[in-house]
Every structure is written in structure tokens, then in C-alpha cells.
T-cell receptor, first 112, second 111 residues
Framework: NAGVMQNPRHLVRRRGQEARLRCSPM?????VYWYRQLPEEGLKFMVY????????ESGMPKERFSAEFPKEGPSILRIQQVVRGDSAAYFC??????????FGPGTRLTVT | AQRVTQPEKLLSVFKGAPVELKCNYS??????LFWYVQYSRQRLQLLLR??SRESIKGFTADLNKGETSFHLKKPFAQEEDSAMYYC?????????????FGAGTRLAVHP
């Protein structure tokens, strides 16, 4: 089992562009969490998804951010019209129902 | 408000010395508490959780509800313990673990 995969590992975008971050959960896991880590801060919960459903998006900014976890394929975190303040490390984690979360290596987004 | 506080950004000790990484939390209800560790160039991984009450790699942590603390302790630090440590809590809202993390403490163990 390769563990949770995230790509790209590093992403550079100019202000106004779109960023797409992908997360492939561990085999057999149908629950995905996304977290954001700003410099010098801890990870902050963004969204929790199950296959084809957003269960809790209470940590997502109201605009420009969206997430999906389709029936086939990875979970996608999409940031439209990126701004400098979006620069951060984005982590995804996957789990079985009500079980331990396994984290991916993260995607470091830099907005220039 | 739900919050996890780790007051120390950096804790520097010598090999063989005792270690205590502090964690305080604020939560109305019965949270589940965790310690996560991130070694250099590795991904974040669960170290221990309070409900299991076990010792991992010589580390223990006791939940003190009166002081709302969940400090991580090890009697004799090893160089391989050098890493970033994050305390986290979960309220298990709706049957899933929405984790709230502290800012982390970097433990540096010197030879």
C-alpha cells in the first residue's frame, strides 16, 4: 500500500491563476480530509468528504475554494484566482469510517 | 471556542534528559486527544491517542481534564526523537474526526 498520495508536491501559480491539488487516498479508504498549514501555524481543517459527497466544509473559505471526491479518481481541491495569502502547505488525509487519519506528504503552493 | 495551545515553538534538550512537550486545550464536551509527529522529510503520523493509554517509542501522555492538558512526556530523550510534534483534538462530531491542531513544537535532541 503506497499510502496517501498527493500531487503535485510543489506548485507555483501567479496571482489570478487556478490551482488544482490532487489527493489519492489509501486503498480502501473512502473518507478524505483536507487541511491547510500557513507558515508558523498548525494544520487547519478545511473540508471532509466521502465518495461523491461533501460532508463538512466548515473550514473552507466562502469564495474561490472548492473540493470534490468523485466516484472514480482522486479528490481535488481547487482554488480559483489565487492570491498571495493562499500560499501554504495543503495536506490531505484519508481514513476508514471513524478511524485513524493517514496523511499525505502535502502540496506546497506558492503564489507569486 | 475549540482550541489547542502548544506554548513552546522549540524545545532543546540533551540526549538522556527528560522531555515534556506541553499541550493545553479548550473544548466544551469530551474531546479525543492525539499527538502527531513529523520526522524530517517524512509525513505526519499518529504517535499516540489518549483513549489507547499506551506508550509509543517511550512516550506517554495523560489527559488531565481538570487542567485541560495533554502533555507528552519521555523520561530519556534520544537523538532520533528530534522532530516536529503536534497536539490535536477531535470532537468526533457526526461520527468523524475533524482534527484541531496546535501550532507544533520542534524537539531538538542534542548528543
Amino acid at each position: 500500500n503506497a499510502g496517501v498520495m498527493q500531487n503535485p508536491r510543489h506548485l507555483v501559480r501567479r496571482r489570478g491563476q487556478e490551482a488544482r491539488l490532487r489527493c489519492s487516498p489509501m486503498k480502501g479508504h473512502s473518507h478524505v480530509y483536507w487541511y491547510r498549514q500557513l507558515p508558523e501555524e498548525g494544520l487547519k481543517f478545511m473540508v471532509y468528504l466521502q465518495k461523491e459527497n461533501i460532508i463538512d466544509e466548515s473550514g473552507m473559505p466562502k469564495e474561490r475554494f472548492s473540493a470534490e471526491f468523485p466516484k472514480e479518481g482522486p479528490s481535488i481541491l481547487r482554488i480559483q484566482q489565487v492570491v498571495r495569502g493562499d500560499s501554504a502547505a495543503y495536506f490531505c488525509a484519508s481514513s476508514l469510517p471513524q478511524d485513524e487519519q493517514y496523511f499525505g506528504p502535502g502540496t506546497r503552493l506558492t503564489v507569486t | 471556542a475549540q482550541r489547542v495551545t502548544q506554548p513552546e515553538k522549540l524545545l532543546s534538550v540533551f540526549k538522556g534528559a527528560p522531555v515534556e512537550l506541553k499541550c493545553n486545550y479548550s473544548y466544551s464536551g469530551s474531546p479525543e486527544l492525539f499527538w502527531y509527529v513529523q520526522y524530517s522529510r517524512q509525513r505526519l503520523q499518529l504517535l499516540l491517542r489518549h483513549i489507547s493509554r499506551e506508550s509509543i517509542k517511550g512516550f506517554t501522555a495523560d489527559l488531565n481534564k481538570g487542567e485541560t492538558s495533554f502533555h507528552l512526556k519521555k523520561p530519556f530523550a534520544q537523538e532520533e526523537d528530534s522532530a516536529m510534534y503536534y497536539c490535536a483534538l477531535s470532537g468526533r462530531t457526526g461520527g468523524y474526526n475533524k482534527l484541531i491542531f496546535g501550532a507544533g513544537t520542534r524537539l531538538a535532541v542534542h548528543p
